[in-house]
Nanobody, 116 residues
């Protein structure tokens, strides 16, 4: 079965950096786009970044120039490098894959807190 396991969250000061990882299993990782979403406290989940199977990337305007998504198909892992973090980046971060319409899978989430 499809499994996504995030790691790397934590507490960081404004202006700092964190790197998130998501280890995937149960499907042919290299064939599918991967997404990072986040859900700030009391708000809806939002799409942060996407990387296609070919390596093309897109970002939410709020993180463009600060966050970078990448993937290692040999390790079945997708990464999110977050720099110049702001308090408004505080959220639970989730990785996601859409295998086919109606079959969207999520990790358990990892908490990122940006605070002094």
């Amino acid at each position: 079965q499809v499994q996504l396991v995030e790691s790397g969250g934590g507490l960081v000061q404004p202006g700092g950096s964190l790197s998130l990882s998501c280890a995937a299993s149960g499907y042919i990782f290299r064939l599918y786009a991967m997404n990072w979403y986040r859900q700030p406290p009391g708000k809806q989940r939002e799409l942060v970044a996407t990387i296609t199977s070919g390596g093309s990337t897109t970002y939410a305007n709020s993180v463009k120039g600060r966050f970078s998504i990448s993937r290692d198909n040999a390790k079945n892992t997708v990464y999110l490098q977050m720099n110049s973090l702001k308090p408004e980046d505080t959220a639970v971060y989730y990785c996601n894959v859409l295998i086919r319409p109606g079959n969207s899978y999520w990790g358990q989430g990892t908490q990122v807190t940006v605070s002094s």
